[in-house]
């Protein structure tokens, strides 16, 4: 194995939700999420990051367990405003909890959390995880609704989804790539100026995300989807250290 990647600025927190996805394709114990943590941690990954879905779909409850033994690396528990949920997490007391919201029948996350709409459902959740030393974050639409709502809920983080951006991408509309990534910026601008830490991630990959890596504030990206498919072409080690370097670069 090769050195690992130099520190940066720009943490990338790698999802390993879809190893576990074809792990249950068959329903053994291969490929194993936790060999992939292991992976991402030698080749420099500054963190796991693994969603809980209510339907068990890919991760399962005592993979979270076997993550956290099997590296030192923080884990981000990504997981819904429920009462289920809030007792794992406490339970397994993660480096950090981003609230998603979660529907059954969705493939994958695919809007921001209501933050501003939900106000009330959500206070206790963040305050009982912030009380509990573990990191929260609001995975949310890059609106100053949104960023406002979880201002005023105490969240010492926000993850921006970036799905709108990467659809504008794959379009190839250079207009719509322009204005989320101004959009995005503006919010992170706000986000760091209220002392909140903003973070980015959903359908990022090599090709589109050196744009949102280039927004100053930005402090970490979480990639899954995308890394785990470049994987099966290139090994996750080589898929990580390339995403590596392309962040870099756009710093
Ligand atoms: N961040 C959050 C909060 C997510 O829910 C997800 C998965 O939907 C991701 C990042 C990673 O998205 P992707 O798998 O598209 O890279």
Known sequence: MTAPLRPSQLRLGVN????AT????RGGDHPDPVRAAEIVASV????????????????????????????????NLEMAATEEMLAIALRHKPHAACIVPEKREERTTEGGL?????HNHLQRFVSTLNDSGIRTSLFIEASERQLDAAIRLGAPVVEFHTGEYAH???DDDSERVASEVKRIADMAAL???????????????FENVQPIAAIPQIAELNIGHY??????FVGLESAVRRMRELMDEAR
């Open 227 to 232: 890394l785990v498919g470049e994987a099966v």
């Open 22 to 25: 074809i792990r249950n394709a």
């Open 44 to 75: 420099g990954g500054d963190g796991i990051t693994a969603h809980l879905r209510e339907d068990r779909r890919h991760i399962r409850d005592e993979d979270l367990a076997r993550i956290q033994e099997a590296t030192d690396l923080p884990l």
């Open 191 to 205: 986000a760091a100026k209220n002392g909140i830490e903003p973070h980015a991630g959903h359908g990022l990959t």
């Open 168 to 170: 504008a991408f794959l």
């Open 114 to 118: 209501d933050a501003a709409g939900q």
């Open 16 to 19: 390993i939700d879809h190893v």
